[in-house]
C-alpha cells in the first residue's frame, strides 16, 4: 500500500514537473492582423513543442505604446522600420544572437541593405515581409461615377473634385500619419520625406480638403469592407488590398479589385522581427524567428498573405502569380518610383506630424 503511495506521488511530482516544463515552452508573438497562415505556427509547435501565443495589433503607434510601457510580455514583435529604428534607439530591443539563426543565409540583401538606411536594423532585426503602400479600389464602382478617373493617381484621394465624386461609396485613409502625410506631399510633388514643418504643413493643407468625403481612417478593418463591396476606395497596404481581391474571388461575389502603385510614388515599407530586451523567452524567440526565416515556412505564409517577403531562398516556393506581380514584387523599375518612409526622429517633428494628423482627423 505505501509502495503504491510513494508510486502515486512520485508519478503526481512527474506530472506537476511536466506541466512545469511545457508551461515554460511558449513564445509570444505580437504580430500584425492578416499577417500569416496560421499553419506556419502550428507547423512550429509540432517540430519543437514551443506553443505560440499569437497576439495581433494594427498599427504601429499601437505597438509602440506597449513597448515604450516595457513589460509587454512578449518574444517577438514585427515593428516597420522607421518605427523600429527609434525604438532601437530608445533601448526597447536586444541584438540577435546570430549563432542561434542558422537559416539566415536564406535572408535577401537586397531587402538587408534596404533596411539598413533607417540604422543598424539588421543586428536586431530580419525581414518579415514588406510592401507598398498604395491606392486600392472597385473598378465597377469607381466607373459608375466617374468616366476615366485617374486611378493610378493620388489624384484618386488627394484632389477634391476627384475624391468627392466617390464620397458616397467609402473612402477609407490609413490611420497612419506617417504614410499619409508623404503620400500628400508625393502627390503635391513636394518631397515625401521632407521633415520640414512649412512643408508638412502643405500637406495638412491637401488633407483638409479632401477630410469631408473621407468615410474613415482605418487599420486593416478594410480587407472585408473591401471585398464585399461596402467600401470602393482605399489608401491600403498592398497585401491586404489582395487579400480583398482574393475574397472577393472565392465568393464570386461580382466585385473586382485592383491593387496601384501611385504614379506619384509609393511608400516602401519593411516590417521586421524583433526581440524586445525584457522578452521573457529569448531562447524561444530565436527559435521561432529562425523557423520564419526556413524558406518553405516564409513561403507558406506569403502564398497566403500576398505580401513580399525579405527571403531569397523561399522564392522558388512562392506561387508563379505571385513573384511575377510587380505590385507585389516590384521590377527595378517600380522601385524607382519608390521612398522609404521619412524620419521623424527629432521630437518636434513628431509633434507636429501628430498634431497635423489630430487636426485632419477631428477636422479641427
Ligand atoms: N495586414 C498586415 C499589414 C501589415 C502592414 N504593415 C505595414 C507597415 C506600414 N508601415
Not at 164 to 183: N, Q, R, T, Y
Request: proline share 5%; hydrophobic share 40%.
Amino acid at each position: 500500500m505505501k509502495n503504491k503511495l510513494n508510486k502515486l506521488l512520485i508519478a503526481g511530482a512527474l506530472t506537476f514537473s511536466a506541466q512545469a516544463v511545457i508551461a515554460e515552452e511558449v513564445v509570444n508573438v505580437y504580430n500584425w492582423s492578416d499577417y500569416i497562415d496560421e499553419q506556419v505556427n502550428e507547423d512550429f509547435t509540432a517540430a519543437t513543442g514551443i506553443k505560440v501565443v499569437y497576439d495581433v495589433f494594427d498599427s504601429n503607434e499601437f505597438l509602440q505604446s506597449k513597448l515604450l510601457a516595457g513589460g509587454s510580455g512578449y518574444d517577438v514583435v514585427v515593428p516597420s522600420s522607421s518605427f523600429l529604428a527609434r525604438q532601437i534607439q530608445a533601448g526597447v530591443f536586444q541584438k540577435l544572437d546570430k549563432s542561434k539563426l542558422s537559416n539566415i543565409s536564406n535572408m535577401w540583401g537586397k531587402i538587408e541593405e534596404q533596411v539598413e538606411q533607417f540604422g543598424p536594423l539588421n543586428d536586431y532585426s530580419v525581414n518579415y515581409m514588406w510592401g507598398t503602400t498604395g491606392i486600392g479600389y472597385n473598378v465597377e464602382m469607381i466607373n459608375e461615377r466617374m468616366d476615366n478617373a485617374p486611378t493610378t493617381s493620388l489624384a484618386m484621394v488627394f484632389d477634391p473634385d476627384v475624391v468627392s465624386k466617390f464620397a458616397d461609396c467609402g473612402v477609407h485613409l490609413l490611420d497612419a500619419p506617417e504614410e499619409i502625410i508623404p503620400a500628400a506631399l508625393a502627390y503635391l510633388g513636394e518631397d515625401p520625406r521632407s521633415t520640414d514643418k512649412d512643408v508638412i504643413a502643405k500637406a495638412e493643407d491637401v488633407l483638409t480638403a479632401v477630410r469631408p468625403y473621407i468615410q474613415k481612417f482605418h487599420s486593416s478593418q478594410y480587407i472585408d469592407a473591401l471585398g464585399n463591396g461596402d467600401i470602393c476606395l482605399v489608401v491600403g497596404w498592398s497585401g491586404d488590398v489582395f487579400q480583398a481581391l482574393y475574397a472577393a474571388e472565392e465568393a464570386e461575389n461580382g466585385v473586382e479589385i485592383v491593387y496601384a502603385i501611385p504614379d506619384e510614388g509609393a511608400l516602401m515599407w519593411f516590417d521586421q522581427l524583433a526581440i524586445p530586451k525584457d522578452a521573457p523567452n529569448t531562447a524561444n524567440a530565436h527559435k521561432y524567428i529562425n523557423w520564419i526565416m526556413d524558406p518553405e515556412q516564409i513561403a507558406t505564409a506569403t502564398n497566403y498573405v500576398w505580401y513580399a517577403n525579405g527571403n531569397f531562398a523561399s522564392q522558388p516556393l512562392l506561387e508563379p502569380d505571385l513573384l511575377s506581380d510587380p505590385a507585389v514584387y516590384p521590377t527595378e523599375e517600380v522601385m524607382q518610383n519608390t521612398y522609404i518612409s521619412p524620419s521623424y526622429s527629432d521630437p518636434k517633428i513628431q509633434r507636429v506630424v501628430t498634431r497635423t494628423w489630430t487636426k485632419v482627423k477631428t477636422g479641427q
